[in-house]
Nanobody, 122 residues
Framework: QVQLVESGGGVVQAGGSLRLSCTASGLTFNNYAMAWHREAPGKQRDLVAVITSGANAVYADSVKGRFTISRDNAKNTVYMQMNSLRPEDTAVYYC????????????????WGQGTQVTVSS
């Protein structure tokens, strides 16, 4: 049974930082592309960042230069370091895994975590 468990969300002031973690079990982690998506109230779920099995990263324009996605295959964990947070970053952040890059890039399938809330106050 595959599980993705996110952690690291919380409340932070604008300009602050958080690090999200997503630990996977039940799959061969190093074969999977991993992504973070986010969903703000009343809005659709959007891609934040993807990291391939080869550790190549792609970011949404809105987070480039502020967020960094990384992975530790030995720990079956993907991270997202979020710096210079803004109120518009407030959302539930979801971890997504699939062996196909396109699936996690588009957020159209694969495995999903339960989400972790990030709230940025102004």
């Amino acid at each position: 049974q595959v599980q993705l468990v996110e952690s690291g969300g919380g409340v932070v002031q604008a300009g602050g930082s958080l690090r999200l973690s997503c630990t996977a079990s039940g799959l061969t982690f190093n074969n999977y592309a991993m992504a973070w998506h986010r969903e703000a109230p009343g809005k659709q779920r959007d891609l934040v960042a993807v990291i391939t099995s080869g550790a190549n990263a792609v970011y949404a324009d809105s987070v480039k230069g502020r967020f960094t996605i990384s992975r530790d295959n030995a720990k079956n964990t993907v991270y997202m370091q979020m710096n210079s947070l803004r109120p518009e970053d407030t959302a539930v952040y979801y971890c997504n895994a699939d062996q196909r890059f396109r699936v996690v890039y588009e957020g159209v399938g694969g495995y999903w975590g339960q989400g972790t809330q990030v709230t940025v106050s102004s």
